[in-house]
């Protein structure tokens, strides 16, 4: 397969999964198995532009809260994420201090997807029948922190999927207020990652072996496919449980432990 058609696959699968409670580091190493490995920074990097999407769908939210931060409501939701955002910091480094690395293997990847897959069911069924409640309280900021750091340590397991539930089951019933939160809180969280990427790879003087032409063009692909996706997102769950993705995930996960027995 040319190589440019196998970093546009990849960036579309980026765009697709990161927001879509099925995990997209997880679709992201199984599809390098078959499109050619990539480097950490690319992996990083792509994802940041999916956030780029994010940010497009949400800036006059994010301008609202710099612009009128002296409102109650904006000043709190803001400390809220700089909570969720402070938690994960400090539980990737700590990741990273005693050398948790991302599986090379699928099996891994296999099991989480089925086990949130699960989750996700059970999670629905309990909050079926609540009153949506969409506040967002200190509980739900510290667990969406949580939830981000278990989705780094367990690929597979899912960004969106972790932070959106873990959300849910703090209190926020209402799925489009779980869902913007969880991925406000992706903002700061894949931006400073890349950011450590480079920075990690600059100090080591790799950054002269990534191929930016690449990871440039995947950026700019994941970017407007992720905006595609989340913004169907937010209209499907408006009206719609998180099930089918639930389903896929065990379906997907089933099959990834059949191919990789």
């Known amino acids: 397969m040319p190589e440019i058609v196998a970093t546009i696959l990849l960036g579309v699968i980026e765009g697709i999964t990161e927001f879509l409670p099925i995990s997209s580091t997880g679709h992201l190493l199984v599809a390098q198995h078959w499109l050619g490995h990539r480097s950490e920074l690319f992996t990083v990097g792509i994802q940041a532009g999916a956030i780029l999407g994010v940010v497009v769908i949400y800036w006059q939210r994010l301008l609202d809260m710099v612009l009128r931060f002296g409102l109650p ?7 809220k994420l700089g909570v969720a955002f402070a938690i994960t910091v400090v539980g990737g480094f700590a990741a990273k201090l005693i050398g948790l690395e991302l599986p090379e293997t699928i099996a891994p990847v296999a099991w989480a997807m089925i086990v949130g897959g699960i989750a996700i069911l059970v999670i629905e069924r309990g909050v079926a029948g609540a009153q949506p409640n969409p506040q967002i309280s200190w509980k739900v900021a510290v667990w969406v922190g949580i939830g981000q750091i278990v989705a780094a340590v367990f690929p597979g397991m899912s960004r969106s999927a972790a932070t959106i539930f873990a959300a849910m089951l703090a209190g926020t019933t209402s799925r489009p207020a779980a869902a913007e939160f969880a991925f406000l809180v992706g903002i700061p969280t894949m931006f400073a990652a890349t950011a450590y ?4 790879l600059a100090r080591g ?3 002269q072996g990534e191929d930016w032409g690449s990871l440039g063009l995947a950026f700019a692909v994941s970017a407007v496919v992720a905006f595609l996706a989340v913004k169907w997102l937010l209209r499907y769950i408006q009206t719609h449980r998180f099930t089918p993705f639930a ?15």
Do not use: D, P, Q, S
């Open 197 to 200: 990427e480079v920075a990690k």
């Open 205 to 207: 003087g790799g950054l």
């Open 247 to 261: 389903w896929y995930r065990i379906v997907a996960g089933g099959l990834l432990l059949w191919l990789a027995a």
């Open 73 to 79: 409501e904006n000043r709190h939701y803001a400390f």
